[in-house]
């Protein structure tokens, strides 16, 4: 049995048997890692809370025949309890952690841009830097960004032609120009062109500036957005959608 050390921030968990809980977290060095850990549902755990959605933790693991086991485990955020007493943060966050698990489907491969990008947006709600509907836009944004679907908000998505445009669409990957337009594309205001842009490039002076009905809009097209590329609903997103 070969131990390994490593970061990460917990995805979800479900039971196991009795006592035990698998655990699925987002890695720095390993990626995404299901790992079991026993006996975390007793109350006389030693780490059974650090074991919770959105807590960003240093841990230590055995390497097992199906799942790993967790042995040890040290608090590096306790982002868990800020974000889930708090019905908007915890929506919010919860998105992220769906759609951090969805975007990264192998496990044991490193992908380091998308557990940062994750830790510190986990990390900006949990201490309300920012409103969590932006936060999340922001996030959803960055992070189809590092998979290899970045937006264009200015130039034209399809032909390359310089903006700003009128259009937007999904389907050919964000603004288009009144020759490359499909039927049913949108037509956010250019102040929402702005914000989505501000949003993906982090921006926030100028996201904090917008107009609230500037940000409905500009929602409203990063789920499209978001779940037109992961090719399936996020379960969660209804619910922030709600607020």
């Not at 933790?57 to 868990?80: C, H, K, M, P």
């Not at 557990?115 to 944004?141: C, F, I, M, N």
Request: hydrophobic share 40%.
């Amino acid at each position: 049995m070969s131990l390994y050390r490593d970061e990460g921030i917990v995805l979800r968990t479900h039971k196991l048997g009795e006592a035990d809980r698998i655990v699925t977290l987002l890695t720095r060095q390993h990626g995404k890692v299901r790992a079991v850990g026993k006996g975390v549902r007793r109350t006389t755990s030693r780490f059974g809370s650090r074991l919770e959605p959105f807590m960003h933790v240093d841990l230590q693991l055995s390497t097992g025949r199906n799942l790993d086991i967790v042995t040890q485990v040290e608090t590096l955020g306790a982002y868990g309890r800020p974000v889930c007493e708090d019905y908007a943060l915890y929506t919010a966050g919860t998105v992220m952690l769906e759609t951090a698990e969805r975007l990264v489907e192998a496990e044991h491969e490193p992908a380091l841009q998308q557990y940062w990008l994750l830790v510190g947006a986990v990390r900006s709600l949990a201490s309300r830097e920012h409103a969590p509907g932006l936060v999340l836009d922001s996030y959803l944004l960055r992070a189809l960004a590092i998979a290899g679907w970045a937006p264009s908000f200015t130039d034209c998505a399809r032909c390359g032609a310089p903006g700003p445009h009128t259009s937007f669409a999904v389907a050919q990957g964000g603004a288009v120009c009144r020759a490359c337009r499909p039927p049913g594309a949108t037509a956010p205001a250019p102040e929402t062109f702005e914000l989505l842009a501000s949003l993906l490039a982090g921006d926030w002076p100028t996201v904090e500036a917008s107009a609230e009905r500037h940000r409905r809009e500009g929602n409203g097209v990063v789920a499209a957005y978001c779940q037109f590329h992961l090719e399936r609903t996020l379960r969660s997103l209804p619910m922030v959608e709600r607020i």
